[in-house]
């Protein structure tokens, strides 16, 4: 009786956890973002240069071939970075606050966010992390400002959601005819 017990308690653990596991990641945003929240995304897409990321994603995916990675990559090329931009921008909204990415937009326009953006896709393998280029006392003051370092908090936990969704467009721009 006590081994049915045990038996019984172990395999609702392994249910519920199994459960558990196969459920979706929560989205800070369940709603339909409105037109505002998806230009700021397109905006933040764009100073993001997330069509560099698309590239790395299929750069770092297991093709059996060179000629097949070409081809992806051929493919990737005639599509215009706005194109990119706003196909992503539905989902990655869902994932970034609309304040998140009006800040992170207005960091990444400025001289020093474009040299993170410019090491981030050029500084070579990204595995360890790249190094931060070296900002001037007035870039370090203003990186200390709650919004921006909030936003950057913000962006950087959802990191792995975005490149999951660019992973998405990869696949269906590596099916797409």
Known sequence: MRSMKALTLATLLAAGSLAHAAAPAARPSAAAPSIKHLKATMDLLAAMQIEKMLNSVAGASGYSTPAQRNAVYAKIAKIPPAQIHAR????????????????MTKFYTTPYGK??????????????GGQAPAASPAELKDMKRPELVKAQKDLAAVDDMIRHEVFLLLQAISKAK
């Not at 921008?89 to 869902?94: D, M």
């Not at 040299?115 to 360890?128: M, R």
Request: hydrophobic share 35%; proline share 7%.
């Open 88 to 103: 992503l921008s539905t989902p990655i909204a869902k994932l970034v606050s609309i304040e998140t990415a009006q800040e």
């Open 115 to 128: 040299k993170v953006i410019h090491s981030t896709y050029n500084s070579g393998p990204s595995i360890g």
